[in-house]
């Protein structure tokens, strides 16, 4: 037995430290029951929390994990929900353009159809624009890519079907293959008046397709011609009071004009009027569907048009090369395309193209109708052989000059071209001045003071010279003769042509003389009868006794004074002077006994008139029943027409030039060409105007070096020259100049309507540089890094899915359209599947990373969860051992006070 101690009490520290050991268990027992973790620290476990702490990092991971999958699936089905009324969309346009393929529509029907297509494709827009998740674009493309370029001809399209890989790049555009521009005739045109072929000047109120089957005119008020082409639509205005000209000048720059000034931006096309063919002509400046017109309004306007593809368009062809820029391997992709889009060159987009434009000069002059005329001159004269004597004057007797007019000959060069209105204004500048005996076109042999000029006028129906009388009836004659070059040229054949129709001049006597006349007084009664030639006598007045003598001899018409007449021979007197003075009238007996006196012509120009001779001043007309100066015109009838039928092979068009000149061009890459003479050897050098047939420009400049250079030529539709680069884009050039000479200047402005003192550049670009950043949207689904599910959104606006310029206007279009609308549809569908399984794999993945967070959880429980029973007894095992302690280690405390009582 151990003894007593005072400076250690070994009992009470034993008794203390096991307190202490229980007290602290009893502690960590409280502290993981309150916590229901197994380990709180490091040191309860270390080993276990090491293990339980990247458990729970792994447990956090998978749950964040979980919230992106199903954020990534909300997104989607945003987008999705746009995508499905897209689709809704579309198959209302495909409808629509279905519908518009019926030809039960008329072209205004189609038109309405039109603004409901507009209204959808704006629609699509609207919706790629405002559909947004967490204020981000959804359908813009910036979930898949941002993409710019160095110029606005080269637009990108996000379509998100491949990976996209992010940098910069050079694409170059390359023409492989030409395409073909389109052609549309019209139907033929003619004017209602005349029933030929329109003329530029006809109206189009005038025009026999203007009117429909019941006579209405279609042009009662404007009626408005829509155009469409180019991705553009524009409007012209139609009147019954625009020439044709008028016309297709307004259609032709509406085509022309720039898009942002309401055009078609379709520079260099051309719609003109041909004269010759009596046909619209449209011609495209651009190669392919772009460069397609289509015409849309009142239905009896189109039928009017009835506007018809001659030529079909082919698209051109082209080689699409982009190029990686900065990267250690570099890469080229290259595709070949025909509608402007290439797909597949750089990954996940689309690069649409502007197609380039070459540079032009377009001339605004048109050649007009000419004739050439070959080797021989030719060479006609004619006369109006119903002419009159100039010498009216009533103070003598009227001497007939004949019948016959003063005469012109027309001459026309050999080896030279004529404008047929310059043939025109030839003749009617010689007509008025035959009788000049001075002027060279006068026929001198028949030219006097005493001769009239000749009542006729030229013109020209189409290539055919037309002479035409004044006067009508059958007193507008004609007589013309010619050269073997007039008839094989111009179709003018010898011979005489007479006008129809009309009324005669008829003089009706008041008296019955069927029981004979006697003249009252004494002597001779001496009368003139005068027809529309004013030919009265051929002769001066006889003084034979006898009437047949006297009028034989060139005198007046005599009766005898006092003395019984019969009928018979007042009638037999006055044809008998008829017949031997040339006098165009006949004398008859009505039913009634009166004397009439009838001309044997018709029109305006048929005349009788009868009157006292001067050497009978005293005489009456009263026992005729006539007065003296009594006369009558006759009226309408029509006018002698003499038509030549000009040589096929003759006619042509021409350009008309003060005088010759000269020019040079030069390309984009300064090559120039020799000095090119706009002339023949037919024309002097200088001061000497002329026409040039479009034929000899074309030989002239096919003669000259332009080949050599990137320069070519044309004459349009509307027979107007062209210049115009073989290359395109901003790089091509033509220059044309005259060494800064005023005069060539002026005279080719003139002439072609082109100022050959200019350059014109091309439009367009060939080579673009492209930055593209990668935007595809990932989403970390795991726990751990690089655990990410990505996903693009592709680009869902109009331009993207190919829908701008949509036209249902027309069949074709329509056709057209169809195609584009159902490629429309298969890029929403596709983008829809692939959202959606998308989406399907973000649902398993959620299902997975579920399972494989309970999995974990579990796993990390066991390792730090407290066990609540085990640790409960340990809690009470703790406390009565503590409890225990406690009461050992105040009997520990009094032991000591054992000893003191020894010391008391």
Not at 643 to 650: K, M, S, V, Y
Not at 726 to 731: A, D, L, P, V, Y
């Given at each position: 037995m151990e003894g007593f101690r005072i400076n250690n009490n070994v009992n009470a520290l034993v008794a203390n430290g096991n307190l202490r050991q229980h007290q602290l268990g009893l502690s960590k027992s409280i502290e993981r029951l309150s916590s229901g973790l197994r380990i709180n620290r490091g040191a309860d476990d270390a080993a276990g929390l090491t293990v339980s702490e990247k458990l729970r990092a792994q447990i956090t991971g998978l749950e964040r994990g979980i919230g992106n999958a199903q954020d990534a699936t909300s997104l989607i089905q945003t987008a999705e929900g746009a995508l499905n009324e897209d689709h809704a969309i579309l198959n209302r346009m495909r409808?629509?353009?279905?519908?518009?393929?019926?030809?039960?529509?008329?072209?205004?029907?189609?038109?309405?159809?039109?603004?409901?297509?507009?209204?959808?494709?704006?629609?699509?827009?609207?919706?790629?624009?405002t559909t947004e998740f967490n204020t981000k674009k959804a359908l813009d493309g910036s979930m898949a890519a941002l993409v710019s370029t160095d110029h606005s001809d080269l637009v990108a399209y996000q379509t998100g079907e491949k990976t996209i890989t992010g940098g910069d790049y050079t694409v170059k555009v390359t023409k492989e293959e030409s395409g073909v521009r389109q052609i549309q005739n019209s139907a033929i045109q003619r004017d209602s008046d005349s029933g030929n072929v329109a003329s530029l000047s006809t109206k189009l109120g005038k025009l026999e397709s203007m009117t429909d089957l019941s006579g209405n005119s279609r042009l009662d008020s404007p009626e408005t011609l829509v155009l469409k082409g180019n991705e553009q639509t524009t409007?012209?205005?139609?009147?019954?009071?625009?020439?044709?000209?008028?016309?297709?000048?307004?259609?032709?720059?509406?085509?022309?004009?720039?898009?942002?000034?309401g055009g078609l931006g379709m520079t260099g096309a051309t719609f003109a009027y041909n004269a010759t063919s009596g046909q619209f002509i449209f011609e495209a400046s651009r190669e392919g569907a772009i460069g397609e017109l289509s015409f849309g309004g009142d239905e009896g306007i189109l039928k009017a048009l009835a506007m018809q593809e001659t030529t079909e368009s082919e698209d051109a062809?082209?080689?699409?090369?982009?190029?990686?820029?900065?990267?250690?391997?570099?890469?080229?992709?290259?595709?070949?395309?025909?509608?402007?889009?290439?797909?597949?060159?750089?990954?996940?987009?689309?690069?649409?193209?502007?197609?380039?434009?070459?540079?032009r000069h377009d001339g605004t002059i048109a050649a007009s109708e000419a004739i050439t005329v070959s080797t021989n001159d030719v060479v006609f004269t004619f006369f109006d052989t119903n002419a009159s004597t100039t010498e009216d004057d009533a103070s003598e007797d009227l001497v007939g000059a004949g019948n016959k007019s003063a005469g012109v000959t027309i001459t026309l060069t050999a080896s030279r071209t004529y404008t047929t209105a310059s043939i025109s204004t030839m003749i009617n500048n010689a007509v008025s001045a035959a009788n000049d005996g001075g002027n060279a076109l006068t026929v001198a042999a028949n030219t006097s003071s005493n001769m009239q000029n000749p009542g006729i006028s030229a013109s020209f129906d189409g290539y055919n010279l037309v002479l035409t009388s004044s006067a009508t009836g059958t007193t507008g004659e004609i007589s013309v003769a010619g050269n073997q070059a007039a008839q094989?040229?111009?179709?003018?054949?010898?011979?005489?042509?007479?006008?129809?129709?009309?009324?005669?001049?008829v003089l009706l006597g008041t008296i019955d003389i069927s029981q004979g006349i006697t003249i009252n007084g004494t002597g001779t009664l001496e009368l003139q009868v005068g027809d529309g030639d004013f030919n009265i006598n051929q002769g001066s007045t006889g003084s034979g006794s006898g009437m047949s003598d006297t009028i034989a001899n060139g005198g007046n018409i005599q009766f005898n004074r006092g003395v019984a007449i019969s009928a018979t021979s007042v009638v037999n007197t006055f044809n008998t002077y008829f017949s031997a003075n040339n006098i165009k009238a006949e004398a008859t007996q009505t039913s009634d006994g009166k004397l009439e006196i009838r001309s044997t012509e018709t029109g305006t120009d048929s005349k009788v008139s009868i009157s006292v001779a001067a050497a009978?001043?005293?005489?009456?007309?009263?026992?005729?029943?006539?007065?003296?100066?009594?006369?009558?015109?006759?009226?309408?009838?029509?006018?002698?027409?003499?038509?030549?039928?000009?040589?096929?092979?003759?006619?042509?068009?021409?350009?008309?030039?003060?005088?010759?000149?000269?020019?040079?061009?030069?390309?984009?890459?300064?090559?120039?060409?020799?000095?090119?003479?706009?002339?023949t050897t037919s024309v002097n050098l200088t001061g000497e105007s002329f026409s040039i047939s479009k034929e000899a420009v074309t030989s002239i400049l096919?003669?000259?070096?332009?080949?050599?250079?990137?320069?070519?030529?044309?004459?349009?539709?509307?027979?107007?020259?062209?210049?115009?680069?073989?290359?395109?884009?901003?790089?091509?050039r033509v220059v044309l100049t005259t060494g800064n000479n005023a005069t060539y200047q002026s005279i080719s402005r003139n002439g072609f309507g082109m100022d050959f003192e200019s350059s014109d550049q091309g439009e367009g670009k060939t080579d673009f540089n492209v930055h593209v950043t990668d935007k595809t949207l990932r989403f970390e689904v795991g726990a751990n890094k690089q655990q990410f599910m990505s996903f693009q959104v592709r680009s869902a606006t109009s331009d993207s899915l190919g829908l701008r310029g949509t036209d249902v206007t027309n069949i074709d279009?329509?056709?057209?359209?169809?195609?584009?609308?159902?490629?429309?549809?298969?890029?929403?569908?596709?983008?829809?599947?692939?959202?959606?399984?998308?989406?399907?794999?973000?649902?398993?993945?959620?299902?997975?990373?579920?399972?494989t967070k309970a999995n974990l959880a579990g796993f990390e429980s066991s390792i730090r969860d407290v066990d609540l029973a085990k640790e409960t007894v340990e809690f009470t095992r703790n406390q009565i051992l503590s409890q225990a302690g406690t009461a050992q280690l105040a009997q520990a405390k009094a032991l000591p006070q054992g000893g003191l009582q020894l010391l008391g």
């Open positions: 409808e629509l353009s279905i519908q518009a393929q019926s030809d039960a529509l008329t072209s205004g029907d189609r038109l309405e159809i039109q603004k409901e297509v507009e209204q959808l494709v704006s629609e699509i827009d609207r919706i790629a624009e409007e012209v205005i139609m009147s019954s009071d625009q020439t044709l000209e008028e016309f297709t000048l307004k259609v032709e720059e509406a085509i022309a004009k720039d898009s942002a000034d062809a082209f080689k699409v090369t982009a190029s990686s820029v900065g990267l250690a391997t570099a890469t080229t992709v290259s595709e070949n395309t025909t509608n402007g889009r290439a797909t597949g060159v750089l990954a996940g987009i689309d690069l649409q193209f502007e197609l380039s434009s070459e540079a094989d040229i111009l179709g003018i054949v010898d011979g005489k042509t007479t006008g129809s129709g009309g009324e005669t001049a009978d001043p005293t005489g009456s007309l009263a026992n005729l029943g006539f007065v003296n100066g009594q006369n009558d015109v006759g009226q309408g009838g029509n006018a002698a027409v003499l038509t030549g039928i000009t040589n096929d092979a003759q006619e042509t068009h021409a350009f008309t030039f003060a005088e010759t000149f000269r020019f040079q061009v030069t390309d984009k890459n300064g090559a120039q060409t020799n000095s090119i003479q706009i002339g096919n003669g000259s070096n332009l080949s050599t250079t990137d320069v070519d030529f044309g004459i349009d539709a509307g027979n107007r020259l062209d210049f115009f680069s073989r290359s395109t884009g901003e790089e091509s279009a329509a056709t057209r359209a169809l195609g584009k609308i159902d490629d429309a549809i298969q890029a929403v569908s596709s983008e829809r599947s692939k959202l959606g399984s998308v989406q399907n794999r973000l649902a398993s993945t959620i299902n997975n990373q579920t399972v």
